[in-house]
């Protein structure tokens, strides 16, 4: 195996010097945080430590497959635990509850591959050049030789396909297809995950996608599209929040499209923003920052307070000066 950080080596040093361990990831998880964060929990636990995963909100419906054991729990105040693990999570905020609950401990981990990470634990390992957590995970199990199995397959299978997009994305690398591959050979159930993640999608994110289809707008010689959603098209599809998931791709997809972005109405004066480029010299990271966000060059999002006009007029005006500058 080619060499990697001594970071690696660090963690899996801190890891084998402590016994208790609280895994947390983001709110709204992905399917690259949770198979991270139970990922690494299955491996901690064939190990023989005592661990507890903590994520502020649900398992989304599609991923709910991943979760056999439960192992996901809603943070509680006043836990003690030797190391706290924070897999796919870009900032402190981003934890939600999980990190007012997480004060009680001798060491944070901090794991990610986000660039807009703010490195914000004790110990972080931040590797933008990875497509995703999963692939960091997985590598951090082989230099620890712990064992890879079926379940943990799986898991990280999941985390490192979707945060790619399917192996679609341009972060994927040459490396990423080896570590997929390593963990098909693994026991990792391609038939299932490819049917539970992309080919069953409940009726009301269909008539969200029909909501998508007839109301989305293009700018800009239609080198942006963006479409809305607000509160009544959920209550109007009876779709929840986390099945808006990859419902950008349908719009980014469209061949002039540049930079796409969804517009999600989460209180009256808060909308929050995701953003996808198409073309390298237009980072929606940086556009992202602007705002209070964050995430990936390709792939960012934001909270924005004010009213939903305003937060389109600005979002879209910074677009349109990123592209202009990418000319």
């Known amino acids: 195996m080619k060499s990697h950080p001594k970071i690696i080596d660090r963690i899996v040093e801190i890891i084998r010097d402590h016994q208790t361990f609280c895994i947390v990831g983001h709110v709204r998880p992905d399917g690259d945080c949770i198979g991270s964060q139970l990922g690494l929990a299955l491996a901690l636990q064939n190990e023989e430590k005592k661990v507890t995963v903590w994520n502020d909100d649900l398992v989304p419906q599609k991923y709910k497959f991943l979760n056999l054991d439960g192992l996901f729990q809603k943070p509680k105040p006043g836990e003690q635990f030797d190391c706290v693990i924070a897999t796919d999570c870009a900032s402190f905020e981003r934890l939600g509850k999980a990190g007012e609950c997480i004060g009680e401990r001798k060491i944070f981990i901090n794991i990610d591959h986000h660039e807009s990470n703010t490195r914000y634990a004790d110990v972080n390992w931040v590797s933008p050049r990875e497509p995703s957590c999963g692939e960091l995970i997985y590598r951090l199990l082989k230099v620890a ?3 890879i199995t079926p379940p943990i397959a799986d898991l990280l299978f999941t985390g490192i396909s979707t945060d790619t997009g399917s192996f679609q994305y341009a972060t994927t690398r040459p ?3 080896h570590a997929a591959a390593e963990l098909v050979t693994r026991g990792a159930n391609l038939a299932k995950i490819c049917d539970e993640v992309y080919q069953s999608y409940p009726l009301s994110r269909a008539k969200l996608l029909k909501h998508v289809y007839s109301k989305f707008r ?3 010689h239609d080198r942006i599209a963006w479409f809305w959603l607000k509160k009544k098209d959920f209550n109007r599809t009876g779709a929840e929040s986390n099945d808006t998931e ?6 980014r997809a469209i061949e002039p499209v540049v930079v796409a972005c969804v517009f999600e109405e989460l209180e009256p004066e808060l909308t929050r923003i995701s953003l996808r480029s198409k073309n390298a010299k237009v980072n929606v990271n940086e556009i992202c920052a602007q705002f209070g966000g964050g995430g990936h ?5 934001a909270r924005i307070p004010g009213t939903p006009l305003a937060t389109q007029r600005k979002v879209i005006a910074a677009v349109k000066r990123a592209l202009k500058a990418a000319k």
Not at 246 to 251: A, E, R, S, Y
Not at 297 to 301: F, K, L, N, R, V
């Open 297 to 301: 060059p390709a792939a960012a999002g």
């Open 175 to 177: 490396g990423t297809f």
């Open 246 to 251: 990859g419902l950008i791709d349908h719009i």
């Open 145 to 147: 030789r712990w064992p």
């Open 218 to 220: 293009l700018a800009d």
